[in-house]
């Protein structure tokens, strides 16, 4: 059974930057691109970031493109969302999610939990 | 990447047939044959139902289907049962290895 949790949400200072984490159980991990995905509480959701299998490729939203960066330590069976920047309007749950495929993001099939991101002052 | 149109909510009583739209762009939904559809109940992950348009993922019943017509893709369920009043989120591929989402879509079960 698939299982994706992840950690590292919290509050932050607008500016401020904060790593999320996402381990991945029950799947070879490197065998599949990831995403994160966000959702504001009552609202929907939006692809953030997404990285290929071997974690050579990397891709984002126009909204995080400069202030986020993804990456994969497939030794560790980890995904990452490094943040900074933080603006209000990140605020939000971050989910970790699996793309059905090595490199091609063309739809996620797993998810986390989600862990919360609240960015204020 | 604006996000996909679906309409705030939707409802049914139980045993009827009850249809989502999800509108995108020649760029997104009407451009690939990529996408897919999520449930989600509340305080809990989405689940996916429906991908690559039409297809089910194992163990989704069938009374789930999608379809797809231009710039507007459709999620129908039918036979509605109690459980399946949630949230419905529709995503479609929107080339470069980026994804969009949908809105969401509140189903109540009448």
């Known amino acids: 059974e698939v299982q994706l949790l992840e950690s590292g949400g919290g509050l ?3 500016g401020g930057s904060l790593r999320l984490s996402c381990a991945a159980s029950g799947l070879s991990f490197s065998n599949y691109a990831m995403s994160w995905v966000r ?3 009552g609202k929907g959701l939006e692809w953030v970031s997404g990285i290929s299998g071997g974690g050579a490729d990397t891709y ?15 030794s560790k069976n980890t995904l990452y ?12 749950v971050y989910y970790c999610a699996k793309v059905p495929s090595y490199y ?10 989600g862990t919360p991101v609240t960015v204020s002052s | ?19 989502i739209s999800c509108t995108g762009t020649s ?14 109940h509340p305080g809990k992950a989405p689940k996916l139902i429906i991908y ?3 297809k089910r993922p194992s163990g989704v019943p069938g009374r789930f289907s999608g379809s797809k017509s231009g710039n507007t893709a459709s999620l129908t369920v039918s036979g509605l049962q109690a459980e399946d009043e949630a949230d419905y989120f529709c995503s479609s591929y929107a080339g470069s290895n980026t994804l969009v989402f949908g809105g969401g879509t509140k189903l109540t079960v009448l």
């Open chain 2, 1 to 19: 990447q604006s996000a996909l149109t679906q309409p705030p909510s939707a409802s049914g009583s139980p045993g009827q047939s009850v249809t």
């Open chain 2, 52 to 54: 690559e348009v039409s």
């Open chain 1, 81 to 92: 969302l490094q943040m900074s920047g933080l603006r209000a309007e990140d605020t939000a």
């Open chain 1, 104 to 113: 091609d993001i063309l739809t996620v099939d797993y998810w986390g939990q």
């Open chain 2, 27 to 40: 760029s997104d939904v009407g451009g690939y044959n990529y996408v897919s559809w999520y449930q989600q």
């Open chain 1, 60 to 74: 984002y939203a126009d909204s995080v493109k400069g202030r986020f960066s993804i990456s994969r330590d497939n």
């Open chain 1, 39 to 41: 959702q504001v509480p």
């Open chain 1, 12 to 14: 932050v200072q607008p």
